[in-house]
């Protein structure tokens, strides 16, 4: 039974025990099913298969690609906000606020532009379903940001202890490894229209595209561990890969403009947005990055290396437990009154 006691751990970790986490964790949870469900009714209702539509390249297969979008973005809200319960990440919880609220604007546009492609009088209402939902979470997300922010504040303290200097680098920490995560859907949805949208791309071009996906994906894991680890050589690769996705955007930014009337007619709006909050994210990354770096040898490593961090519950773990006293046991202080029947001292302090 003892190797299966560490999975159990994890698995309960999973599962949130307050009101403000557990209407948090559900809201965001139905929010990715109701929306997700709108989506694939949308999609179900187009008169050709959606590939083909996607091949054609024409105002229409504009429309597939957003949705594909809406479920991507939920999908990851969805994981991020499973991940802040797990991590007792503060940070990631207000980013995952402000996250939805651009996620409501951005929906509340796009639903404009795609009822009159949308076939079906019950099914053009069905979509206010979306920013309906949207908007039902960022009302809970707004209630529920405070409780939650004292609660893993707490949890923080109890792995960390009062050390306002340990602490302040472990919230450096927690900024780095939220942005890494955006930075990795960003990029995707950048290269979904990228690759899907953009007619006069090459085989070889959308090949490449494709190709940057691991990289990309490589790259963060390495940015991850060059930090935790403060290995300081991996930083130096970490951000010659920001340096040069600093450059590829910037370059993408003014072929994207400068062919606003040809190539990327379709998708001119949508990518010049999502290709400047790529550039701004990759910025934020690079100076969080250092700002880090600048914080090795500070003592944060050595506090998180000391177990799994902020993965236990409300109750503090204790790794040994007295032996009970059993009788003829000699007591120390010379009375019984200061011990529990288990050999506790009465007036230890504890906490709960």
């Avoid at 999609?43 to 050709?48: I, R, T």
């Avoid at 309906?132 to 529920?144: D, P, Q, R």
């Avoid at 680098?169 to 229209?193: M, T």
Wanted: proline content about 4%.
């Amino acid at each position: 039974m003892a190797p299966l006691l560490p999975l159990r751990q994890r698995l309960s970790a999973l599962v949130p025990r307050t009101p403000a986490t557990i209407a948090h964790l559900s809201v965001t949870f139905l929010e990715t099913l109701v929306d997700t469900v709108v989506v694939g009714l949308t999609l179900n209702s187009f008169e050709k298969h959606v590939w083909q539509l996607l091949m054609e390249r024409s105002d229409r297969s504009v429309l597939p690609v957003y949705l594909a979008l809406f479920v991507l973005a939920h999908l990851t809200q969805l994981v991020l906000a499973v991940d802040a319960l797990v991590a007792k990440n503060t940070i990631q919880v207000v980013a995952l606020l402000i996250f939805n609220t651009l996620f409501l604007v951005y929906s509340a546009i796009q639903i404009h532009e795609i009822r009159p492609l949308v076939n079906g009088a019950a099914l053009k209402v069905l979509i206010w379903f979306i920013p309906a939902m949207i908007s039902l979470t960022e009302a809970v997300y707004i209630v529920t940001i405070w409780p939650i922010y004292r609660e893993y504040g707490w949890q923080i303290f109890k792995t960390l202890g009062a050390d306002r200097r340990i602490k302040k680098c472990y919230a450096w920490f927690q900024v780095f490894i939220c942005i890494l995560k955006f930075d990795f859907f960003f990029f995707v949805a950048f290269s979904l229209q990228l690759v899907f949208l953009v007619p006069t791309q090459t085989s070889a071009e959308r090949g490449l595209t494709i190709a940057a996906l691991p990289v990309t994906l490589v790259l963060l894991v390495l940015g991850y561990f060059s930090i935790r680890r403060e290995h300081k050589i991996m930083v130096y690769v970490f951000l010659v890969g920001c340096a040069v996705g600093c450059a590829y955007f910037v370059y993408k930014l003014f072929i994207i403009y400068r062919d606003r009337q040809t190539d990327y007619q379709l998708v001119f709006k949508s990518l010049t947005v999502f290709a400047a909050l790529c550039l701004a994210a990759l910025l934020i990354t690079t100076a969080t990055v250092i700002k880090c770096w600048l914080n090795f040898g500070s003592g944060l490593k050595y506090q998180m290396s000391r177990g799994e961090i902020l993965r236990s519950t409300s109750n503090l773990d204790l790794k040994t437990s007295p032996r009970p006293i059993a009788e003829g046991d000699e007591y120390p202080l010379g009375s019984r009154d200061y011990y529990t029947p288990t050999g506790r001292n009465r007036f230890r302090m504890s906490m709960d």
